[in-house]
């Protein structure tokens, strides 16, 4: 706590109050904060975190709040710098930035910043870019209308900020502004609860959502969660030598193969042997549903179609009404992985939603879009024919699933390799297997591209230049993508498995060469 103090009153900030909340702790909360004449030293009977915020918040009185536990404190300048935001913006609920994560266990320091300029309420609804509640500086006012709710016993911060940004205009800044100790005892460890509450939240917003965008934000957010916790508990179960009944529950409701085969992993091998020997052909079956015996084909004469025996697919709509397009695993992967390469000055066709979203350290944010009523573009043309863009002009151009609607392809890819810099990246996403769209890119959707034709165009088109190909999918989810399968009715197994035979997506970073000395 002491830290806390210090990182408090070393602040450049002219009027600081400190209010410690002292809920029922064992330990010397009471003797560090009464040291300090300055500080306003608040008990009361355990009633957890949300009642304890909430009573800080009663017995303040600043026009700004921060709450900052014992394991936090703040960076030099943190609350001159989001108090300017407010300042500047009164009409922000609140402002958050980025902060540092700090693991005890080994001293690891992670820097966590991540840029969202707008569509923050969306943006929550597909997971708490936050991360950090003592990032958050909130007006005062809020308080009015929002508290935290004590009955939730982890992510009450979550909860508020989106039932916050739902209703207000909230800002995020990249600066990094708070540290947070990570340890064994930090709630966060606890893996199923903090699933299970954070999933529950989630689904609070549910009646409030409207849009078509707002529902994707919301069932993409539950996907996202799933995978993050999945990821750490699998991480936890398999890297420690017990587990506990709660962990495995959870990890065997959202991971059910996955568990199976972490725990019978010393036995598989003995395990398929019996399984192909003795087993029949309907255990089979079952046991390669579960993820368990692979090897399965059925024989002749034996393939269940089941819901595929079908001439029309569940969605026309590529599955943005069942939850989002399976592509997009990929394509968003592949900007999330190659985020270092979206900065500085970046063009993106028809909008700026990815540049913005996966874009580290943006200074100019292009559009180029063939329609020129579209206002937010600041070009307006065909890529295959621009010679209105000047050469040499953009740090990064985000090219994803267009080419395909471009029948002069090869000129349209000579004009990215023209207008990027020296040391530029063209980040490309291209379809294989896919649906056709029915609506108005039918009569311009005239090529698919494979990973071999790609290598061939890419070194014709861009001469010299460091090229990375990139190739995903397999013939499951070939299949569910071209039966409108959303994103939601496969799991991550699934679509991280890779046949070179069934190429949903494919990929190109292509960096163009700096000039020669």
Known sequence: MQEAFDSIWQQDYPRIEIVVVDDGSTDTTAQVAQRHASVKYVYQKNQGLSAARNTGVVHSTGQYLVFLDADDWLLPDALKINAQYLEQNPELAFVSGGHDKIFVATGLLKIYTREVTDNHYLQLLQGNYIGMHATVMFQRWVFDAFTYDPTLKACEDYDLYLRISRKYPVAHHTQRVAAYRLHSTNMSGDIPLMLSTVLSVLKRQKSFLHTGEEKQA????????????????????????????????????????????????????????????????????????????????????????????????????????????????????????????????????????????????????????????????????????????????????????????????????????????????????????????????????????????????????????????????????????????????????????????????????????????
């Open 218 to 517: 919301y069932a993409r957010g539950q996907l996202i969660w799933k995978e993050y916790y999945g990821n750490e508990l699998y991480h936890k179960i398999t890297s420690s030598p017990r587990a506990t009944k709660a962990e495995l529950a959870t990890l065997l409701a959202i991971r059910p193969a996955q568990t199976v085969r972490h725990l019978l992993q010393p036995k598989m091998f003995m395990l398929k042997r019996i399984l192909r020997k003795y087993t029949p052909d309907a255990g089979l079956r079952l046991l390669h549903k579960a993820g368990i015996y692979k090897n399965y084909r059925p024989a002749v004469g034996q393939v269940i179609t089941g819901d595929f025996a079908r001439h029309t697919p569940f969605s026309t709509e590529f599955g943005y009404d069942r939850g989002g397009p399976v592509d997009r695993y990929y394509i968003e992967n592949f900007l999330l992985r190659e985020s270092q390469s979206i900065r500085d000055r970046v063009l993106e066709i028809g909008d700026n939603e990815y540049t913005m979203r996966f874009g580290q350290n943006i200074t100019q944010s292009d559009i180029l879009h063939v329609d020129a009523r579209n206002s937010k573009a600041t070009f307006v043309g065909d890529l295959s024919d621009s010679p209105h863009i000047p050469d040499n002009l953009f740090d990064c151009i985000v090219l994803t699933q267009t080419l395909h609607l471009i029948y002069d392809y090869k000129q349209a890819l000579a004009t990215c390799y023209r207008i990027l810099k020296p040391g530029g990246t063209l980040l490309l996403t291209v379809p294989g297997i896919t649906p056709i769209d029915r609506g108005e890119w039918r009569k311009t959707w005239y090529w698919s591209f494979t990973d071999v034709a790609l290598h061939r165009l890419l070194h014709d088109t861009f001469p010299a230049a460091t090229i990375t190909i990139g190739s995903f999918g397999n013939v499951f989810i070939a299949t569910a993508f071209l039966y409108g399968m959303g994103i939601s009715e496969v799991t991550k197994e699934q679509l991280d498995m890779y046949d070179p035979q069934f190429q949903v997506i494919n990929t190109v970073k292509a960096i163009k060469a700096h000039r020669s000395a």
